[in-house]
Protein backbone atom coordinates (compact mmCIF):
# COMPACT_ATOMS: atom_id res chain seq x y z
CA UNK A 1 0.00 0.00 0.00
CA UNK A 2 2.60 2.52 0.65
CA UNK A 3 4.08 1.86 -2.45
CA UNK A 4 1.08 2.84 -4.36
CA UNK A 5 0.80 5.80 -1.71
CA UNK A 6 4.28 6.86 -3.18
CA UNK A 7 3.69 6.06 -6.96
CA UNK A 8 0.54 8.46 -7.32
CA UNK A 9 1.93 11.09 -4.46
CA UNK A 10 4.50 11.33 -6.73
CA UNK A 11 2.31 12.09 -9.98
CA UNK A 12 0.67 14.96 -8.26
CA UNK A 13 3.80 16.48 -7.41
CA UNK A 14 6.13 15.49 -4.57
CA UNK A 15 8.70 18.11 -5.64
CA UNK A 16 5.60 20.82 -4.26
CA UNK A 17 4.70 19.00 -1.55
CA UNK A 18 8.42 18.35 -0.53
CA UNK A 19 8.75 22.15 -0.49
CA UNK A 20 5.99 22.51 1.54
CA UNK A 21 7.05 20.47 4.18
CA UNK A 22 10.30 21.41 4.41
CA UNK A 23 10.33 24.95 3.35
CA UNK A 24 13.08 25.82 4.90
CA UNK A 25 15.48 23.35 3.65
CA UNK A 26 15.55 24.40 -0.12
CA UNK A 27 18.99 23.08 -0.21
CA UNK A 28 18.42 19.47 1.09
CA UNK A 29 15.89 17.30 2.33
CA UNK A 30 16.56 15.13 5.45
CA UNK A 31 17.75 12.31 3.78
CA UNK A 32 20.45 14.64 1.91
CA UNK A 33 19.17 15.08 -1.58
CA UNK A 34 17.34 17.61 -3.35
CA UNK A 35 13.81 17.24 -3.89
CA UNK A 36 13.97 13.77 -3.34
CA UNK A 37 11.50 11.25 -5.09
CA UNK A 38 8.21 9.89 -3.04
CA UNK A 39 9.31 6.17 -1.80
CA UNK A 40 8.30 3.78 0.54
CA UNK A 41 10.25 4.94 3.62
CA UNK A 42 9.38 8.38 3.51
CA UNK A 43 5.51 7.83 3.22
CA UNK A 44 6.05 5.41 6.23
CA UNK A 45 8.11 7.76 7.93
CA UNK A 46 4.91 10.77 7.55
CA UNK A 47 2.51 8.11 8.77
CA UNK A 48 4.02 7.51 11.90
CA UNK A 49 3.23 8.32 15.07
CA UNK A 50 4.35 10.80 17.71
CA UNK A 51 5.71 13.76 16.63
CA UNK A 52 5.56 12.97 12.85
CA UNK A 53 1.85 13.35 13.15
CA UNK A 54 2.70 16.81 12.35
CA UNK A 55 4.10 16.50 9.54
CA UNK A 56 1.26 14.02 8.07
CA UNK A 57 -0.96 16.76 8.71
CA UNK A 58 0.74 19.16 6.71
CA UNK A 59 0.65 16.62 4.01
CA UNK A 60 -3.23 16.66 4.74
CA UNK A 61 -3.44 20.41 4.55
CA UNK A 62 -1.04 20.31 0.78
CA UNK A 63 -3.59 17.97 -0.79
CA UNK A 64 -6.84 19.76 0.49
CA UNK A 65 -5.66 22.75 -0.39
CA UNK A 66 -5.27 21.78 -4.00
CA UNK A 67 -8.60 19.81 -3.64
CA UNK A 68 -10.03 23.36 -2.71
CA UNK A 69 -8.28 25.31 -5.65
CA UNK A 70 -9.64 22.75 -8.19
CA UNK A 71 -13.33 22.11 -7.06
CA UNK A 72 -14.09 25.24 -5.51
CA UNK A 73 -14.41 23.90 -2.44
CA UNK A 74 -15.71 25.60 0.95
CA UNK A 75 -13.96 23.46 3.22
CA UNK A 76 -10.01 22.33 3.46
CA UNK A 77 -7.88 21.17 6.55
CA UNK A 78 -5.01 23.38 8.33
CA UNK A 79 -1.79 21.65 9.61
CA UNK A 80 -1.22 21.30 13.55
CA UNK A 81 1.65 22.42 15.13
CA UNK A 82 1.42 19.68 18.42
CA UNK A 83 -0.86 16.85 18.78
CA UNK A 84 -2.46 18.67 21.07
CA UNK A 85 -4.93 20.22 18.27
CA UNK A 86 -5.52 16.94 17.01
CA UNK A 87 -9.09 16.71 17.70
CA UNK A 88 -9.62 20.12 15.82
CA UNK A 89 -7.54 18.39 12.71
CA UNK A 90 -9.70 15.25 13.15
CA UNK A 91 -12.96 17.52 12.71
CA UNK A 92 -11.61 19.11 10.23
CA UNK A 93 -10.67 16.47 7.93
CA UNK A 94 -14.52 15.07 8.84
CA UNK A 95 -16.42 17.84 7.02
CA UNK A 96 -13.98 18.01 4.14
CA UNK A 97 -14.39 14.32 3.41
CA UNK A 98 -18.21 14.87 3.71
CA UNK A 99 -18.06 17.60 1.00
CA UNK A 100 -16.27 15.34 -0.86
CA UNK A 101 -18.74 12.46 -0.91
CA UNK A 102 -16.04 9.94 0.60
CA UNK A 103 -17.41 6.23 0.81
CA UNK A 104 -14.71 4.70 3.17
CA UNK A 105 -16.51 4.33 6.69
CA UNK A 106 -13.64 3.80 8.90
CA UNK A 107 -12.57 7.15 7.73
CA UNK A 108 -16.31 9.10 8.28
CA UNK A 109 -18.34 7.01 10.84
CA UNK A 110 -17.39 6.25 14.33
CA UNK A 111 -16.31 8.19 17.32
CA UNK A 112 -13.93 11.14 15.93
CA UNK A 113 -10.92 10.73 17.99
CA UNK A 114 -11.03 6.97 17.10
CA UNK A 115 -9.96 7.99 13.41
CA UNK A 116 -6.89 7.89 11.99
CA UNK A 117 -5.49 5.84 14.61
CA UNK A 118 -4.04 3.21 12.73
CA UNK A 119 -0.84 3.27 10.37
CA UNK A 120 -4.00 1.67 7.28
CA UNK A 121 -6.08 4.30 7.82
CA UNK A 122 -3.74 7.12 7.46
CA UNK A 123 -2.41 5.33 4.39
CA UNK A 124 -5.74 5.15 3.47
CA UNK A 125 -6.87 8.59 3.41
CA UNK A 126 -3.67 9.55 1.47
CA UNK A 127 -4.51 7.53 -1.01
CA UNK A 128 -8.00 8.79 -1.56
CA UNK A 129 -6.79 12.74 -1.09
CA UNK A 130 -4.21 12.01 -4.17
CA UNK A 131 -6.57 9.43 -6.54
CA UNK A 132 -9.00 12.93 -5.86
CA UNK A 133 -6.64 15.53 -6.73
CA UNK A 134 -5.30 13.17 -9.81
CA UNK A 135 -8.93 12.88 -11.43
CA UNK A 136 -9.88 16.57 -10.28
CA UNK A 137 -6.49 17.83 -12.43
CA UNK A 138 -7.16 15.70 -15.32
CA UNK A 139 -11.09 17.28 -15.47
CA UNK A 140 -9.83 20.79 -15.03
CA UNK A 141 -7.60 20.56 -17.84
CA UNK A 142 -9.71 18.66 -19.64
CA UNK A 143 -12.45 21.45 -19.43
CA UNK A 144 -9.55 23.82 -20.03
CA UNK A 145 -8.51 22.67 -23.61
CA UNK A 146 -12.29 22.93 -24.68
CA UNK A 147 -12.70 26.29 -23.99
CA UNK A 148 -9.10 27.32 -24.50
CA UNK A 149 -10.87 29.42 -27.69
CA UNK A 150 -12.50 31.76 -25.17
CA UNK A 151 -10.84 34.63 -23.65
CA UNK A 152 -11.95 35.93 -20.37
CA UNK A 153 -11.64 39.64 -18.95
CA UNK A 154 -11.04 39.28 -15.31
CA UNK A 155 -12.64 42.31 -13.80
CA UNK A 156 -10.28 44.22 -10.69
CA UNK A 157 -12.02 45.34 -7.89
CA UNK A 158 -11.98 49.10 -8.40
CA UNK A 159 -13.11 48.89 -12.03
CA UNK A 160 -16.51 47.01 -10.81
CA UNK A 161 -16.98 50.20 -8.32
CA UNK A 162 -16.88 52.39 -10.73
CA UNK A 163 -18.87 50.89 -12.95
CA UNK A 164 -21.62 50.47 -9.79
CA UNK A 165 -21.24 53.99 -9.57
CA UNK A 166 -21.54 55.08 -12.97
CA UNK A 167 -24.90 52.97 -12.84
CA UNK A 168 -26.54 54.06 -9.95
CA UNK A 169 -25.63 57.60 -11.10
CA UNK A 170 -27.39 57.04 -14.49
CA UNK A 171 -23.96 58.67 -16.68
CA UNK A 172 -23.19 57.39 -19.69
CA UNK A 173 -19.46 57.79 -20.48
CA UNK A 174 -18.01 57.94 -23.75
CA UNK A 175 -15.53 55.23 -24.81
CA UNK A 176 -12.82 57.45 -25.00
CA UNK A 177 -12.99 59.74 -21.78
CA UNK A 178 -9.73 60.84 -20.26
CA UNK A 179 -9.93 59.99 -16.25
CA UNK A 180 -9.88 63.50 -15.62
CA UNK A 181 -13.39 64.62 -17.17
CA UNK A 182 -15.23 60.99 -16.18
CA UNK A 183 -14.27 62.06 -12.50
CA UNK A 184 -15.42 66.08 -13.22
CA UNK A 185 -18.47 64.55 -15.04
CA UNK A 186 -19.28 61.89 -11.53
CA UNK A 187 -19.02 65.01 -9.32
CA UNK A 188 -21.15 67.40 -10.91
CA UNK A 189 -23.63 64.41 -11.22
CA UNK A 190 -23.14 64.12 -7.19
CA UNK A 191 -23.90 67.85 -6.33
CA UNK A 192 -27.51 67.82 -8.58
CA UNK A 193 -28.08 64.55 -7.03
CA UNK A 194 -27.40 65.98 -3.10
CA UNK A 195 -29.54 69.14 -3.92
CA UNK A 196 -32.59 67.16 -4.38
CA UNK A 197 -32.03 64.92 -0.88
CA UNK A 198 -32.32 65.47 2.66
CA UNK A 199 -29.62 67.02 4.00
CA UNK A 200 -29.10 64.44 6.94
CA UNK A 201 -29.13 61.74 3.87
CA UNK A 202 -25.13 61.52 3.49
CA UNK A 203 -23.26 62.06 6.78
CA UNK A 204 -20.53 64.44 6.34
CA UNK A 205 -16.56 63.14 6.44
CA UNK A 206 -14.83 63.27 9.48
CA UNK A 207 -11.66 64.28 7.80
CA UNK A 208 -12.28 66.91 4.42
CA UNK A 209 -8.56 68.43 4.45
CA UNK A 210 -5.63 67.61 1.67
CA UNK A 211 -2.68 64.91 2.68
CA UNK A 212 0.49 65.31 1.55
CA UNK A 213 2.66 62.11 0.24
CA UNK A 214 5.10 62.31 3.03
CA UNK A 215 1.73 62.05 5.31
CA UNK A 216 0.05 59.40 3.70
CA UNK A 217 3.89 57.13 4.19
CA UNK A 218 3.18 57.81 8.14
CA UNK A 219 -0.63 57.18 7.20
CA UNK A 220 0.29 53.82 5.45
CA UNK A 221 2.52 53.26 8.88
CA UNK A 222 0.04 53.33 11.61
CA UNK A 223 -1.82 51.26 9.15
CA UNK A 224 -0.33 48.48 8.99
CA UNK A 225 0.68 48.41 12.76
CA UNK A 226 -2.67 48.53 13.46
CA UNK A 227 -3.46 45.55 10.81
CA UNK A 228 -1.14 43.63 12.94
CA UNK A 229 -2.27 44.36 16.57
CA UNK A 230 -5.77 43.64 15.53
CA UNK A 231 -4.84 40.52 13.26
CA UNK A 232 -2.78 39.26 16.53
CA UNK A 233 -6.80 40.02 18.85
CA UNK A 234 -8.64 38.30 16.38
CA UNK A 235 -6.36 35.19 16.05
CA UNK A 236 -6.70 34.86 19.92
CA UNK A 237 -10.23 35.30 19.81
CA UNK A 238 -10.89 33.07 17.42
CA UNK A 239 -8.72 30.50 19.05
CA UNK A 240 -10.28 30.75 22.27
CA UNK A 241 -13.59 29.93 20.04
CA UNK A 242 -12.45 26.61 18.76
CA UNK A 243 -10.64 25.56 21.96
CA UNK A 244 -14.46 25.92 23.32
CA UNK A 245 -16.38 24.39 21.15
CA UNK A 246 -13.39 21.56 21.13
CA UNK A 247 -13.71 21.10 25.16
CA UNK A 248 -17.89 20.34 24.28
CA UNK A 249 -16.41 17.62 22.18
CA UNK A 250 -14.84 15.93 25.34
CA UNK A 251 -18.96 15.52 27.17
CA UNK A 252 -20.04 11.94 26.55
CA UNK A 253 -23.19 13.20 25.28
CA UNK A 254 -21.77 14.28 21.84
CA UNK A 255 -20.62 10.36 21.06
CA UNK A 256 -21.98 9.90 17.75
CA UNK A 257 -22.11 13.04 16.78
CA UNK A 258 -19.42 15.28 15.79
CA UNK A 259 -20.84 15.05 12.34
CA UNK A 260 -23.56 17.17 13.19
CA UNK A 261 -21.75 19.35 15.42
CA UNK A 262 -19.07 20.23 12.86
CA UNK A 263 -21.48 20.35 10.07
CA UNK A 264 -23.23 22.98 11.26
CA UNK A 265 -19.88 24.74 12.98
CA UNK A 266 -17.21 24.95 10.20
CA UNK A 267 -19.22 26.71 7.63
CA UNK A 268 -19.64 29.15 9.52
CA UNK A 269 -16.17 29.14 11.33
CA UNK A 270 -14.43 29.03 7.86
CA UNK A 271 -16.32 32.87 6.98
CA UNK A 272 -14.34 34.09 10.39
CA UNK A 273 -10.84 35.25 9.40
CA UNK A 274 -7.88 36.63 11.32
CA UNK A 275 -7.08 39.42 8.78
CA UNK A 276 -9.22 42.47 9.39
CA UNK A 277 -11.27 43.19 6.41
CA UNK A 278 -10.23 46.65 6.27
CA UNK A 279 -8.32 48.96 3.64
CA UNK A 280 -6.44 52.25 3.61
CA UNK A 281 -8.94 54.01 1.39
CA UNK A 282 -11.44 53.60 4.68
CA UNK A 283 -9.73 56.65 6.10
CA UNK A 284 -11.20 59.06 3.56
CA UNK A 285 -14.77 57.47 3.95
CA UNK A 286 -15.01 57.65 7.48
CA UNK A 287 -17.55 59.51 8.91
CA UNK A 288 -18.39 62.07 11.26
CA UNK A 289 -20.22 59.18 13.60
CA UNK A 290 -16.79 57.64 14.31
CA UNK A 291 -16.21 60.68 16.56
CA UNK A 292 -19.29 59.82 18.80
CA UNK A 293 -18.41 57.97 21.91
CA UNK A 294 -21.30 56.05 23.43
CA UNK A 295 -21.15 54.85 26.75
CA UNK A 296 -21.45 50.80 27.07
CA UNK A 297 -24.26 51.31 29.31
CA UNK A 298 -26.27 53.18 26.77
CA UNK A 299 -29.25 51.76 25.62
CA UNK A 300 -28.01 50.94 21.65
CA UNK A 301 -24.92 49.47 22.56
CA UNK A 302 -27.08 47.45 25.08
CA UNK A 303 -29.51 46.30 21.92
CA UNK A 304 -26.18 44.13 21.17
CA UNK A 305 -24.88 42.69 24.48
CA UNK A 306 -27.92 42.42 26.47
CA UNK A 307 -28.39 38.79 27.77
CA UNK A 308 -30.69 37.06 29.89
CA UNK A 309 -28.23 36.15 32.55
CA UNK A 310 -26.67 39.79 33.11
CA UNK A 311 -30.24 41.25 33.41
CA UNK A 312 -30.44 40.11 37.08
CA UNK A 313 -29.86 43.38 39.52
CA UNK A 314 -27.37 43.14 41.73
CA UNK A 315 -27.93 45.46 45.28
CA UNK A 316 -26.00 47.29 47.20
CA UNK A 317 -23.27 45.54 48.53
CA UNK A 318 -21.02 45.90 51.65
CA UNK A 319 -17.80 48.36 51.43
CA UNK A 320 -14.87 46.17 51.81
CA UNK A 321 -13.06 48.57 52.01
CA UNK A 322 -9.42 48.26 50.60
CA UNK A 323 -8.40 51.95 49.63
CA UNK A 324 -4.91 52.93 50.00
CA UNK A 325 -5.39 56.33 50.99
CA UNK A 326 -7.90 55.03 54.27
CA UNK A 327 -5.38 52.86 55.48
CA UNK A 328 -3.16 53.19 58.15
CA UNK A 329 0.15 53.19 58.08
CA UNK A 330 1.88 50.67 59.46
CA UNK A 331 3.87 50.75 63.24
CA UNK A 332 7.54 51.59 62.98
CA UNK A 333 10.06 48.96 63.05
CA UNK A 334 12.18 50.63 65.86
CA UNK A 335 11.40 52.95 68.17
CA UNK A 336 12.49 56.63 68.27
CA UNK A 337 15.91 57.43 69.18
CA UNK A 338 16.22 59.38 72.38
CA UNK A 339 18.91 60.28 74.50
CA UNK A 340 19.69 58.38 77.91
CA UNK A 341 19.11 59.89 81.19
CA UNK A 342 20.21 58.83 84.03
CA UNK A 343 17.57 57.95 86.93
CA UNK A 344 17.95 59.13 90.17
CA UNK A 345 16.12 57.56 93.72
CA UNK A 346 16.11 54.96 95.99
CA UNK A 347 15.22 52.39 93.28
CA UNK A 348 17.95 53.03 90.75
CA UNK A 349 20.63 50.23 88.88
CA UNK A 350 23.57 49.61 91.06
CA UNK A 351 27.00 50.47 90.55
CA UNK A 352 29.68 48.37 88.79
CA UNK A 353 32.03 46.00 90.43
CA UNK A 354 35.50 45.50 89.23
CA UNK A 355 35.95 42.46 91.86
CA UNK A 356 33.28 40.10 90.64
CA UNK A 357 32.67 41.50 87.12
CA UNK A 358 28.83 42.14 87.92
CA UNK A 359 27.08 45.29 88.33
CA UNK A 360 24.81 45.69 91.73
CA UNK A 361 21.31 44.81 91.94
CA UNK A 362 18.30 46.65 92.72
CA UNK A 363 18.30 48.39 95.95
CA UNK A 364 17.50 46.29 98.48
CA UNK A 365 19.01 42.76 97.23
CA UNK A 366 22.10 41.18 98.00
CA UNK A 367 24.38 39.95 95.11
CA UNK A 368 26.96 37.46 96.57
CA UNK A 369 28.67 38.83 99.43
CA UNK A 370 29.16 42.54 98.17
CA UNK A 371 26.04 43.88 99.53
CA UNK A 372 25.37 46.45 97.27
CA UNK A 373 22.66 48.42 97.09
CA UNK A 374 21.94 51.21 93.81
CA UNK A 375 20.99 54.73 94.23
CA UNK A 376 23.97 56.12 95.16
CA UNK A 377 24.85 59.51 93.71
CA UNK A 378 26.98 59.64 90.89
CA UNK A 379 30.37 61.00 93.07
CA UNK A 380 30.20 58.36 95.32
CA UNK A 381 30.39 56.26 92.60
CA UNK A 382 33.10 58.00 90.82
CA UNK A 383 35.49 57.64 94.28
CA UNK A 384 34.77 53.68 94.62
CA UNK A 385 36.07 53.70 90.74
CA UNK A 386 39.39 55.63 91.85
CA UNK A 387 40.08 53.31 94.72
CA UNK A 388 39.39 50.00 92.74
CA UNK A 389 42.27 51.70 89.72
CA UNK A 390 44.35 52.36 92.17
CA UNK A 391 44.27 48.78 93.76
CA UNK A 392 44.64 47.02 90.29
CA UNK A 393 47.77 49.40 89.24
CA UNK A 394 49.51 47.87 92.76
CA UNK A 395 48.70 44.59 91.20
CA UNK A 396 50.67 44.68 88.15
Keep these: METEVADVLTKVGWKELWTFLYPLSTEAGPQGKRYPGASDSLVTEVIKDGSKFVSYSRVVEWLSTELNQLGNLN ?32 LTEGHLNDRLQSPSDRILLLDYLATELLASRIIARNSSESTNFMVTLEESSTAKDLKTCLSALKVSVPVRLSPEKLFSEIQGKIKIVLENVPKDLVIKPLFSGEVSIHQWDRIAEIFSELQLEYKIR ?44 MELANVLSAGEELALFEKTSSMTVRMGTQSSVNKVVIGNVPDRGGRPNEQQAPPPEMPSWSQRTSDRGSRGHGGYSFLDRRGGDRGGNRRGSNQDRGGRDREGWRQELDKHRKKAKKSW
Design 75 to 106: EHVNAITSQDDSSAFLLEISCFLKQLGCQYKS
Design 234 to 277: RKMLLKRLDVTVQSFMWSERIVGREDVIASVYYPVRQRLKADPN
